[in-house]
């Protein structure tokens, strides 16, 4: 491809322009616009706030044929700043940067673009009217530093924010286009949901850029990529292959790209298929959607309801259950029996099996998932006891140790786990509560 050729500022110079000659990387798939991503705050530096908005950015410019080459996260230094934004503008036509544009002394970004476009700062009659609005009508006065919000770069587009004080940028320069968002999440998603259609008509790009998620469970990353060796080699080189795990889930992405949708598609459904042959006894969803979502879906189609009985994951999995809109429709209720005692006096758990085989246990967990779906009155039950630790594991139960039984009205199913300490406790308590929701799903699929 063509050497870009750019002018760099002096460390006196406020202007766009900068000299160097940046030699583009060869792009994955030729002619496909590549774009850059900065997220600007300390608190992202230090860990303090997760960075959720380069993730959605680059799921929304993925949806328009827009590849991220880049994704970066920097302080709120102004030097830093300048340097990191001049850089990227050298190597690609598009930049979307987040953060900085409060009302705060910290908030640099404004003043940084300012320098790089050559732009003064003129008061925005519109963003002015709008921010009055916005105090009047909360019953607050305008202050002054809510008033310089309105000063913005003379010759930007600006983007209207209906959800805060910053509005969002729209810089243009020598065919290069930069967009500046806050970084307050539901501000920038909001933003960025409204200029996507601009960003679309402005770029006119002829490529499409397909995803499709495979979710499998009950195997390991490293046994499912052996498992799946000549079918990832022969794949077509347009089709790439990720391996995204989490605990007890492993997500394969497909990624597509090419100009021909449909042609696309076909392809990747092509490849699903054979995946189903090889790896189907591991897959759950073909779905990028979570294992609670799927069965909700599952027991509104077949009518039928589901309570739990939770003893070391404390109520996760209800909580997962419940977070799904609509979910009143097929969950009654759990019991969070985290006690022997309430093992025994709500639940009916023998006395008999809680002495000789402990908590721990398969007929102590086949009485938990029998006892509360007669006493909710379901269709299906899921029960859960283990040793979420640190402590509590013996040489015969060490920590880790999950019985997990699944039940209908006609049978039960139980399975013995042996999860480990790595991660820690959480990470031992979601991979129970995947276990079972997965084996909950398996029932409902056999």
Same mark, same amino acid.
């Given at each position: ?235 077509? =080189?347009?089709? &790439? @292959? #990720?391996?995204?795990?989490?605990? $007890?889930?492993?997500?394969? +992405?497909? %990624?597509? !790209? ?45 009518? =039928?309801?589901? &309570? @739990? #009985?939770?003893?070391?994951?404390? $109520?996760?999995?209800?909580? +997962?259950? %419940?977070? !799904? ?49 007669? @006493? ?71």
């Amino acid at each position: 491809m063509d050497d870009l050729k750019c002018i760099l500022p002096s460390s006196n110079s406020h202007n766009f322009s900068y000299i160097c000659s940046v030699k583009k990387r060869e792009q994955h798939y030729r002619n496909i616009l590549n774009m850059i991503i900065i997220n600007i705050g300390d608190e992202l530096l230090i860990g303090q706030v997760i960075n959720s908005n380069a993730a959605f950015i680059a799921e929304k410019v993925n949806a328009i044929g827009i590849w991220v080459e880049e994704s970066l996260v920097i302080g709120d230094e102004e030097e830093r700043m300048k340097k990191t934004i001049l850089e990227t503008l050298g190597k690609t036509d598009f930049v979307i940067v987040t953060g900085g544009l409060g009302p705060t002394k910290d908030d640099r970004t404004k003043k940084v673009l300012c320098e790089i476009f050559d732009m003064p700062l003129a008061l925005h009659e519109p963003s002015l009217e709008r921010l009055t609005a916005m105090f009047k009508k909360r019953g607050w006065e305008l202050s002054e530093s809510n008033r310089l919000q309105a000063l913005l770069p003379e010759g930007a587009e600006i983007i209207p924010n209906d959800n805060g004080t910053a509005q969002g940028m729209w810089f243009e320069r020598d065919g290069k286009v930069l967009v500046s968002m806050p970084g307050v999440p539901f501000e920038m998603k909001a933003m960025m949901c409204d200029i996507v259609p601009k960003i679309r008509d402005h770029f006119h790009s002829d490529f499409e850029i397909i995803h499709k998620v495979v979710q499998t469970s009950g195997i390991g990353e490293s046994t499912l990529s052996d498992l799946l060796e000549d079918w990832e080699n022969a794949l077509p =080189k347009f089709i &790439t @292959l #990720a391996y995204l795990p989490r605990p $007890g889930i492993v997500r394969l +992405r497909l %990624t597509a !790209v090419g100009e021909d949708k449909k042609l696309l598609e076909s392809m990747l459904k092509d490849e699903i298929e054979k995946l189903k042959k090889i790896a189907g006894d591991y897959i759950w969803s073909f779905e990028d959607n979570q294992m609670e979502d799927e069965i909700g879906k599952k027991l509104r189609k077949i009518k =039928k309801t589901l &309570t @739990l #009985a939770e003893s070391c994951t404390g $109520g996760y999995i209800a909580h +997962r259950i %419940t977070s !799904v809109p609509g979910s009143s429709h097929y969950f009654k209720g759990s019991i969070v029996s985290y006690s022997n005692e309430i093992k025994r006096r709500i639940l009916n758990v023998r006395e008999v099996n809680l002495k000789k085989y402990g908590a721990v246990s398969e007929p102590v967990v086949s009485d938990m998932a029998i006892n509360s779906m007669d @006493l909710f009155d379901t269709d299906f039950s899921i029960a859960v006891s283990g040793i979420a630790g640190p402590d509590g594991g013996t040489e015969e139960k060490p920590v880790g140790t999950v019985w997990i039984a699944v039940a209908t009205t006609t049978r039960i199913q139980t399975e013995l786990f042996h999860f480990g300490t790595a991660g820690g406790r959480q990470t031992l308590i979601e991979r129970a509560a995947v276990a079972a929701m997965n084996m909950l799903l398996k029932m409902m699929n056999s």
